[in-house]
């Protein structure tokens, strides 16, 4: 069975974090480490479930610091 990938423009609107903030949170925090495709990044089910996780607990007042869920 193939699992399901989403392209980062699909994670953005899913999760409504920005393109910017999810590649900042890659890097910075490793916060997911998504697949390589030809097209670009590709995130599995877990990934956006870690994300949405943390984009949730983000500190009131910080745009793009996740909070402990991403650590």
Same mark, same amino acid.
């Given at each position: 069975?193939?699992? *399901? @990938?989403?392209? *980062? =423009?699909?994670?953005?609107?899913?999760?409504?974090?920005?393109?910017?903030?999810? @590649?900042?949170? %890659?890097? @910075?925090?490793?916060?997911?480490?998504?697949? @390589? /495709? &030809? &097209? /670009? +990044?590709?995130?599995? %089910?877990?990934?956006? %479930? &870690?994300?949405?996780?943390?984009? /949730?607990? =983000? %500190?009131?007042?910080? +745009?793009?610091?996740?909070?402990?869920?991403?650590?």
């Amino acid at each position: 069975m193939t699992k *399901i @990938r989403y392209p *980062i =423009r699909a994670v953005a609107k899913l999760t409504g974090l920005s393109l910017d903030t999810l @590649r900042a949170w %890659e890097r @910075r925090y490793q916060a997911v480490i998504p697949e @390589r /495709g &030809r &097209r /670009g +990044r590709l995130y599995t %089910e877990h990934d956006l %479930e &870690r994300l949405a996780l943390a984009a /949730g607990s =983000r %500190e009131p007042g910080t +745009r793009h610091r996740p909070g402990g869920a991403a650590r």
